[in-house]
């Protein structure tokens, strides 16, 4: 059962797809941040440590050459969220998406980790992308109120209260 057929058996409600489009169809890269210890499907390249660091290096790939990143238990453990934003957003195909899974901020697994950096909830993505507030004083009017992030998905998942995740997909449009 996948996550569209979970929620309408859930809460009874008919979902128009694409929920949570799948951007498999692509040629292009695919990426998961954040070398971690989980096998990623079919044709999903990792890149890390000790290769890249996300607090100070550019992705390895051109501008628009990406179809889809993927981000799982990595953004919270950076200090650099905003660059490595920015990052992906360049390198994002028009139609890409970014899927991000990170503990969700008011419960035990954000806490209980003394390596998050940041906290996350269902709010986080509407203030980074359509607040000014977050401008880079560093970058020109046209890089800070450029983002074409749309927000796809975004919901609390888990298995029990404590061990709650945002998981959520961005669509870069």
Known sequence: MDLIEFFKIGMAR????????SMTVFAKHRVNLGIGTKKMPGGVKSIGLPHWN??????????ESVCEIW?????????????????????????GVMNIVVPYGACHMY????????????????????????????????ENNGWRFEIGTNVIMGVK???????TQLLRY
């Open 14 to 21: 008919r979902i128009v797809p694409p929920v949570f489009p």
């Open 111 to 142: 806490v209980h980790d003394l390596t998050h950096k940041h906290m996350f909830n269902e709010d986080t993505w509407r203030q980074t992308f359509k607040n000014t507030y977050y401008s880079d004083k560093n970058l020109s009017d046209e």
């Open 54 to 63: 996300a607090e100070r290096d550019a992705i390895p790939y051109q501008d």
């Open 161 to 167: 209260g404590e061990n709650l995740a945002l998981v």
């Open 71 to 95: 981000a799982l238990h990595f953004l919270e453990h950076i200090e650099n969220v905003m660059g490595v934003l920015r990052e992906c957003h360049r390198v994002l195909t028009p139609g």
